[in-house]
């Protein structure tokens, strides 16, 4: 992902930061009058301050990191921060930020800001947000209220402590697409009666080290020294050019079961500096020797014969102006999942509020995608159950209604699902395609109307699709929408069939008729690779989604408005 730098706009007068000049004034009434019409600002109490912004990053398990200060503004009531925090935008995770802002006691002006002991200072107040909140507001502005953590204690009604109003704003590096031509020589041959069926697929490591695709090439048939078709790697989604890449090449197999021929692990500033060096890099692979995998060297290279950097619309840009992401969810209600009322059930309701993997699913992917959504009124589905009374439904509005299937928020989804437990009987088989071609209906329908949107389908699943064909023809239909379906398979059920379905596991789907999916739009993760805790099942993913919606939107040249 991209750089987003949030301006903690600035103050004539500070102490712990870069002084003014005397021969600068008029520029600084400038840059003055800028950063309070864009950056961050505080209105405090009637008592004259000497404010200090401190930015913290709530991580995932609760832990609360400081990682930014800005200068001291002295007596003010209404100070703008000049000093800025860039933070790296990251679609696929709630980045919850914390802002507490201190009134720095006078005997601490000549302490430069990293050294201040903030229990020494007073608190003005603090308040938080995530990051997608405010990339998606207009201007990507975003004022909120802050408060003291005793008020919320001490009184039913909190004191007023002023508004923090915060700016963010894309940095251009963000806006840098690099276009690479890779091909590979010598590469080993892993069929037997032919030569290998070769595709790449490249990686961004994350902090754990696990590696989550965000792109990959066409597979080339029967082909030892392949060069495949350009790909396009966005600095917003790789992080920057200094960021670790995996590339990996796979021969295909049509049962989903690929053969690693080799890898490499390169940043993107390495794969430019190959271009220009016209040398090939050898590729490994990762061998068991004993107890221990040791890299083997092969003769086999990647070559990189292009590469050129442009700057193209972000999907931060499309969101600026105006986009949104409408959540959509349909779950697995066959008798495969067990009966709802016995513990070992995947739809067993825990009595002590511990979350099933369909509502573990649905709250991190909701978590995430509900920022992005302005009504957050999602539909929601069911399939493969019988409503009582009826036969049984392949695609069912999970609130019981008969002609509504939105709900209010990831609260509303929660709600309805554990109702539709206890008012539906579990029955099969596992089809996917009526659920499919409903939410694409809904996709075509705001495509006639000319609506700003882009949807997300999350189908939760058990068990392997019994309508294989059926739902290729429907995903060969859905891919010419402004859509994305992302499927989770819970449970011990064997997946293997399923990863046909998403391109990033082989080829593109291919219809009944013969007819190839304009792109790939689908993404599927088995529910026990996530469950480790190393990665979540919201980066496995979304990772891959707003590589699909600029594929879209550049396919068909929507251009953000301005």
């Known amino acids: 992902m991209g750089n987003c730098c949030s301006d903690v706009g600035g103050g004539m007068t500070a102490v712990g930061g870069t002084s003014p000049s005397a021969t600068t004034g008029n520029q600084n009434d400038a840059v003055d009058l800028y950063l309070k019409s864009r950056g961050i600002h505080g209105h405090f109490s009637q008592i004259e301050s000497d404010p200090m912004l401190v930015v913290y990053i709530k991580e995932r398990d609760g832990t609360i990191t400081e990682v930014f200060r800005t200068e001291?503004?002295?007596?003010?009531l209404n100070p703008t921060w000049i000093a800025k925090y860039t933070i790296t935008y990251q679609f696929e995770v709630v980045q919850t930020l914390l802002f507490h802002v201190f009134d720095v006691d006078t005997q601490f002006h000549n302490v430069e800001v990293k050294m201040l002991k903030l229990e020494e200072q007073q608190s003005l107040g603090e308040a938080s947000c995530a990051l997608s909140e405010i990339v998606t507001k207009p201007n990507r502005l975003l004022i909120l209220d802050l408060a003291r953590r005793e008020d919320s204690?001490?009184?039913?009604?909190?004191?007023?402590?002023?508004?923090?109003?915060?700016h963010a704003e894309e940095c251009f590096s963000s806006k840098t697409t690099a276009e690479i031509t890779l091909r590979c020589l010598d590469l080993e041959s892993k069929d037997l009666f032919s030569k290998s069926d070769p595709f790449l697929v490249i990686s961004k490591l994350v902090e754990s080290g696990i590696s989550i695709p965000v792109c990959k090439t066409e597979v080339i048939k029967n082909d030892l020294n392949p060069t495949w078709k350009p790909v396009f790697l966005n600095l917003q989604h790789v992080g920057s050019k200094d960021s670790p890449l995996v590339i990996e090449c796979f021969n295909f197999n049509s049962n989903g079961k690929h053969d690693l021929i080799g890898k490499v692990q390169k940043t993107l500033a390495d794969l430019e500096k190959l271009r220009f060096g016209r040398e090939g890099e050898n590729l490994f692979l990762p061998t068991l020797v004993?107890?221990?995998?040791?890299?083997?060297?092969?003769?086999?290279?990647?070559?990189?014969?292009?590469?050129?950097?442009?700057?193209?619309?972000?999907?931060?840009?499309?969101?600026?102006?105006?986009?949104?992401?409408?959540?959509?969810?349909?779950?697995?209600?066959?008798a495969s999942n067990g009966n709802p009322r016995l513990p070992d059930s995947l739809h067993y309701i825990d009595p002590s509020g511990r979350m099933n993997a369909y509502q573990k699913a649905i709250y991190e992917v909701g978590e995430v995608l509900q920022f992005y959504d302005a009504d957050k009124r999602f539909p929601a589905w069911g399939f493969g159950a019988r409503p009582i009374d009826g036969p049984v439904s392949h695609c069912f509005n999970l609130n019981g209604s008969s002609s509504n299937c939105e709900v209010e928020g990831i609260r509303g989804i929660m709600m309805a699902y554990t109702s539709a437990l206890f008012n539906v009987s579990l029955a099969g088989p596992t089809l996917f395609g009526h659920v499919i071609n409903r939410a694409a209906l809904i996709a075509s329908q705001s495509l006639a109307d000319d609506a700003q949107k882009y949807f997300v389908l999350l189908i939760i699943t058990d068990g392997v699709?019994?309508?294989?064909?059926?739902?290729?023809?429907?995903?060969?239909?859905?891919?010419?929408?402004?859509?994305?379906?992302?499927?989770?398979?819970?449970?011990?059920?064997?997946f293997k069939e399923m990863e046909i379905l998403d391109a990033d596991k082989g080829e593109r789907l291919e219809s009944s008729t013969g007819r190839v999916a304009?792109?790939?739009?689908?993404?599927?993760?088995?529910?026990?690779?996530?469950?480790?805790?190393?990665?979540?099942?919201?980066?496995?993913?979304?990772?891959?989604?707003?590589?699909?919606?600029?594929?879209?939107?550049?396919?068909?040249?929507?251009?953000?408005?301005?």
């Open 290 to 334: 004993g107890q221990d995998y040791y890299n083997k060297m092969l003769k086999s290279k990647l070559f990189v014969d292009k590469f050129s950097e442009t700057v193209q619309h972000t999907f931060l840009d499309y969101l600026a102006g105006g986009f949104e992401l409408n959540f959509m969810v349909a779950i697995d209600f066959t």
């Open 153 to 166: 204690v001490s009184s039913t009604h909190s004191q007023h402590r002023g508004k923090l109003t915060v």
């Open 465 to 494: 699709v019994t309508d294989l064909q059926e739902t290729k023809d429907a995903l060969v239909k859905a891919s010419d929408l402004p859509l994305s379906i992302l499927i989770v398979g819970v449970g011990g059920a064997d």
């Open 72 to 76: 001291v503004v002295l007596n003010s």
């Open 518 to 562: 304009s792109r790939d739009i689908v993404q599927f993760v088995p529910f026990r690779d996530v469950q480790s805790g190393e990665i979540s099942i919201v980066q496995a993913l979304l990772a891959e989604l707003p590589t699909q919606f600029l594929t879209y939107m550049r396919s068909r040249d929507i251009k953000p408005s301005t």
